[in-house]
């Protein structure tokens, strides 16, 4: 059921009953069920509930089921009052600062929490996120654009293209910076895809989100948002970069590149945190403290603009007890790229290595990263490591798995061959691969 279903987590009997009562989610209903009579506002449910319950809010606050088989009737009392944000003014802009798009596409910091029923919805635009945060009226000179209103987890390699179409487009408008709010969950693999897509872009293009919706108390949104406007504004580099909360305290936010960051967390402020590198700069008040090396500097001339990704890349992880014939299936659905997560330095159970050695020999790239969050893979320790490399495994050094697959995609999009997806792969492009091995990389290969 889709998120605009006006009876969530109903279904069967019992949602026949209210779909004849005429209710939808958060009316005012009284029901009766036996010699009782109840009288709150019809709750959401989750979709694996047990299906045989009604649930209404009582007036006293709390929550009550009541059992479908004991129902006599519903009447709808009163219709829900539609939930709805109506943002305060939006503070009047000063003249002279830099233009910034917030370019929103869904997730928790575009979210609020309707206390009727008690769902987060997307129901407040970027628009509404600057109206609500005034202390940007005095960082940027900032428009706005909703491209989607998505959950990340529903983001595809379409979703991708058509950010780093949308970023390029407003580049070559003349924003100055640009920010785009994402749901946390996948916003790393967005952000890799943009590094590939926008490669040394003349302004700074800053992912941001949030683990806890804007109208909580111990929101993460605000500091996060004004973080990055002053990035995407200020900051000396144009890097493709997460701005987040760099520990659990709002006094300073971590600028994490792009192809180096991963979520750690589940639900902490600090869930995100930069992998085998450091985070590029620091935000504390209105200071930017650069910490990263060799940066790519605002008003870079080298900008490319290099879009398209392919579906046909797969993100696979090993494990033990781990059966052949799931990379035959991969193989089966048409995928012309696997990324391998395997163990330690870069290792599989031995028993899968025939089926690897002939998916190569059809042509299909098989590269190797680690389960480990920290270090790089080296494939040459163990016999393992060498009979994978024999059957042409290619081994990528400190590349995180899920930039690894986001890589693939934009490689099988541009790629003729297995030798030029090999060659794309082992090229840093966005500080994917910090280089320092290399040649042992290419040297592995060759031997």
């Not at 917030?102 to 919805?121: K, N």
């Amino acid at each position: 059921m889709s998120d605009q279903d006006t009876l969530q987590g109903y279904s069967g009997g019992v949602r026949i009953l209210l779909e004849k009562a005429g209710v939808d989610i958060g009316d005012e209903v009284e029901i009766r069920a036996g010699e009782e009579c109840y009288y709150g506002i019809l709750m959401a449910r989750y979709e694996l509930a047990d299906p045989g319950y009604v649930v209404i809010k009582l007036p006293n606050g709390y929550n009550v089921g009541i059992n479908s088989f004991r129902i006599t009737s519903i009447r709808k009392m009163a219709s829900a009052a539609k939930p709805r944000f109506i943002p305060p003014p939006r503070p009047p802009q000063k003249p002279g600062l830099p233009k910034v798009v917030v370019m929103s596409t869904g997730g928790t910091i575009a979210s609020r929490i309707d206390y009727r029923t008690g769902g987060v919805r997307a129901a407040i635009t970027a628009e509404d996120l600057l109206s609500i945060v005034p202390e940007l009226a005095d960082i940027a000179d900032l428009d706005t654009k909703i491209l989607f209103s998505l959950y990340s987890e529903d983001m595809t390699p379409e979703h991708w293209n058509a950010m780093a179409v949308e970023a390029d487009r407003l580049i070559r408008k003349g924003a100055e910076g640009i920010v785009i709010a994402h749901g946390t969950d996948t916003m790393g693999y967005s952000a890799a895809a943009l590094s590939f897509a926008l490669q040394k872009p003349p302004v700074p293009v800053v992912f941001v989100g949030a683990q806890r919706s804007s109208d909580r108390p111990s929101s993460d949104a605000a500091t996060n948002l004004i973080a990055a406007v002053r990035v995407a504004g200020h900051a000396p580099f144009a890097e493709v970069c997460v701005s987040m909360h760099a520990w659990h305290s709002d006094t300073v936010i971590a600028i994490h590149r792009g192809t180096r960051v991963r979520k750690l967390h589940t639900s902490s402020r600090d869930a995100f945190k930069s992998v085998n590198s450091e985070p590029i700069a620091y935000v504390s008040g209105d200071e930017i403290r650069i910490n990263g090396k060799d940066l790519n500097p605002r008003g870079s001339s080298g900008y490319r603009f290099e879009p398209g990704f392919s579906k046909d890349a797969t993100l696979v992880k090993f494990y033990p007890g781990m059966p052949p014939e799931v990379l035959e299936a991969v193989y089966e659905l048409g995928c012309r790229g696997i990324i391998l997560e395997g163990t330690g330095l870069g290792h599989v159970a031995n028993k899968l290595i025939p089926v690897i050695k002939e998916v190569v020999e059809r042509g299909i790239f098989v590269g190797m990263t680690s389960q480990c969050i920290f270090g790089r893979i080296n494939m040459r320790v163990y016999d393992t490591g060498r009979y994978l490399l024999k059957a042409g495994v290619v081994p990528l050094d400190d590349m995180l798995p899920e930039t690894a697959y986001v890589k693939l995609s934009w490689c099988l999009a541009r790629a003729r061959d297995l030798e030029e997806v090999e060659k794309l792969m082992l090229t840093p492009i966005a500080g994917e691969l910090r280089g320092r091995s290399m040649p042992s990389i290419r040297e592995a290969i060759i031997s």
